[in-house]
């Protein structure tokens, strides 16, 4: 039997799963589903590391934890591959590369972002961006609305959502909701419901009342990323509300900014925090911002890998979640109302819009190439004038 040092590259366990998700986080365009397709199509079809039903329970796995759910899979599949060894590297790999092109893009524009050139191309972007948003809802709703005890949570959530309520108290009271209606058969919408309606309904925040410093950077992107559910999507609703309403580091412009400099760039969305942490206090905002968002999701895989099994067969877990989904799916829509009333300006404006929903819910063309149509746009309307 060889030994170690004479052993192929495929014998190397965490060198595969290093090479594997640095590849993987440098071309991931085009969302969580699209990531989650292609580390299927490695893992369960090309290298065989585990069966569709394995994947299947990891999958379950993420979307019982927040955070985000591609770059939560692809640390399931780095431990399943590697052990902890594995757990980090295919993390990093996955993230690394999209925070240093969101890096430099950020580096670029504080540099440029005001000047008019600049700011017209991301004006091209914006409405792009809302009509991305529009197409994770819908493809996200229609398997998260199953029932109509769900679609009452998410319009009572959405209205809460939209007369200022907290993202936190909205999203266990959906949960909690969730779970009652289970109970109780679902004949009718719970009692917990009526939580909703109260937009007062604060969660202290450690971030909330810390200045914009890099103390106060961290600790509010490691909240983001400690209480996330649904999708990535779902992190403009909690900067809008923190960053931009309540603590006002960011203006609602510099907010889709960051979200459109995401859409350009490979891996997980959440590295818009390394763009927004770079705008506020540089490259070391930038670096702890990006470590908070990221940091539960590593904590909250390795607590519960081993527990898969268990968490997967709970029908309160499962009743839990669907609330939590059906409410993160209403942060979404509230947000995207909000934002698209700013980035949706004149009727060119309105027009790409609307021509983005169209392309991406009926022709499931790859969002990048619009967000780039969407720029050009921006170029020649700045040129022409």
């Known amino acids: 039997m060889a030994d170690a040092g004479s052993q192929p590259l495929a014998a190397h366990p965490l ?34 590391w585990l069966t569709h039903g394995e994947f299947l329970d990891l999958l379950g796995a993420t979307n019982l934890i927040p955070g985000p759910n591609s770059t939560e899979m692809a640390i399931h599949l780095g431990w399943r591959r590697a052990g902890w060894a594995g757990l980090l590297a295919a993390g990093a790999c996955f993230i690394v590369p999209a925070a240093l092109v969101t890096l430099v893009l950020a580096r670029a524009y504080v540099a440029y972002g005001t000047l008019p050139q600049a700011s017209a191309v991301l004006t091209g972007v914006k409405p792009i961006i809302i009509a991305i948003v529009v197409q994770a809802l819908w493809g996200l709703g229609r398997k998260a609305i199953q029932s109509k ?8 959530s959405t209205a809460a959502s939209l007369l200022g309520g907290d993202e936190l108290a909205i999203l266990a009271a959906a949960g909690a909701a969730a779970v009652l209606a289970r109970r109780t058969g679902g004949s009718r919408m719970p009692p917990a419901a009526a939580l909703f309606a109260f937009p007062g309904l604060p969660l202290a925040s450690a971030a909330a009342t810390v200045p914009a410093g890099l103390v106060g950077v961290f600790l ?8 996330l559910y649904g999708s990535g999507y779902v992190l403009l609703a909690f900067l809008r509300t923190d ?3 309540r603590m006002h580091w960011l203006t609602e412009a510099q907010l889709m900014d960051a979200v459109a400099v995401g859409q350009v760039t490979p891996g997980p969305l959440l590295t818009t925090a390394t763009f927004v942490g770079y ?42 979640l669907d609330g939590v989904n059906a409410a993160s799916l209403a942060l979404m829509a509230a947000v995207a109302w909000h934002l698209g009333r700013s ?43």
Not at 149 to 156: D, N, V
Not at 288 to 313: C, D, E, K, Q, W
Not at 360 to 365: A, D, G, N, P, W
């Open 220 to 227: 509010a992107f490691l909240k983001v990323g400690s209480v």
């Open 243 to 245: 960053l931009v309403e």
């Open 15 to 48: 060198r595969e799963v290093a090479l594997l998700f640095l590849r993987l986080g440098a071309t991931g365009f085009g969302g969580p589903a699209v990531h989650l397709a292609m580390m299927e199509d490695e893992v369960v079809r090309r290298r065989r």
């Open 343 to 385: 980035a949706i300006v004149d009727a060119p404006t309105g027009l790409l819009a609307a021509l983005g929903v169209l392309l991406l819910v009926r022709f499931r063309l790859n969002s990048l190439w619009l967000v780039l149509v969407g720029a050009g746009v921006g170029a020649v309307r700045a040129w022409a004038q």
């Open 149 to 156: 005890t769900l679609a009452g949570i998410a319009l009572a």
């Open 279 to 320: 705008v506020l206090h540089g490259s070391a905002g930038a670096l702890l911002a990006t470590l908070g968002v990221f940091l539960p999701s590593f904590v909250l895989v390795a607590v519960s890998g081993p527990l898969v099994p268990r968490i997967r067969r709970s029908p309160a877990a499962g009743a839990f």
